[in-house]
């Protein structure tokens, strides 16, 4: 599987503000994905990140609120904006693999003061 | 009613046991199952990967799956300690996205 980092690996910040999490993988992967994990609760799909184009978000996640990019097959970012307490979560970035199984990232733990 | 439900434990069991996990599905779609753990503060980390109905073996785990009455289960033989940690259950048809069961976590007692 691909080595993925995440930047931040944590952080705190002020309500109103927006914080930008990058994710890198170690090789050129064709599918990237960005998940939320709340506060003892599983994963929740956020959204699929295309290479090039607009990402595709599921149900309930819209992109006012969550930008993301996809410049390249390696990088992607996901921005929360204009953040609330209820954002805190954990942010987790995944690639789908030659294999076509699926590899996380660490995550970024986020909390909104 | 969720697509994925998963056992909700907590489970503590002593050191060598099997520990049970089992995750039923109402998505008859599905056709790719996981099973993913995960340690307190890290990501997930995928264990098992199956595609089919039947028994996957990898060393101490043995992944089951049966379309039929969509239902997965993960036996984890002689635990140890080092498998305390959560476990989510993961499926997805043919787009990758994956739907995740809400997490058992284990403790195994030394």
């Known amino acids: 599987s691909a080595v993925i980092s995440q930047k931040p690996s944590r952080d705190i910040c002020q309500r109103g503000t927006s914080l930008t999490i990058q994710c890198q993988v170690d090789?050129?992967?064709?599918?990237m994905f960005w998940y939320r994990q709340q506060p003892g609760q599983s994963l929740t799909l956020i959204a699929t990140a295309n290479q090039g184009s607009e990402a595709t978000y599921e149900s309930g996640f819209v992109i006012d609120k969550f930008p993301i990019s996809r410049p390249n097959l390696t990088f992607s970012t996901l921005t929360v904006s204009n953040m609330s307490p209820e954002d805190s979560s954990i942010y987790l970035c995944?690639?789908?693999?030659?294999?076509?199984?699926?590899?996380f990232g660490p995550g970024t733990r986020l909390t909104v003061l | 009613q969720k697509e994925v439900e998963q056992d909700p434990g907590p489970l503590s069991v002593p050191e060598g046991a099997i520990v049970s996990l089992n995750c039923t599905y109402s998505?008859?779609?599905?056709?790719?199952f996981m099973w993913y753990r995960q340690y307190s503060r890290k990501g997930p980390e995928l264990l098992m990967y199956t595609y089919s109905s039947g028994n996957k073996e990898d060393g101490r785990f043995t992944a089951q799956v049966d379309k039929s009455s969509k239902y997965i289960s993960l036996f984890i033989r002689d635990s140890q300690p080092s498998d305390s940690a959560t476990y989510l259950c993961a499926m997805s048809d043919n787009d990758y996205k994956l739907s995740f069961g809400a997490g058992t976590t284990v403790t195994v007692r030394a």
């Open positions: 998505n008859s779609a599905f056709q790719y």
């Open positions: 995944s690639e789908i693999s030659v294999t076509d199984t699926q590899y």
């Open positions: 090789s050129q992967v064709t599918m």
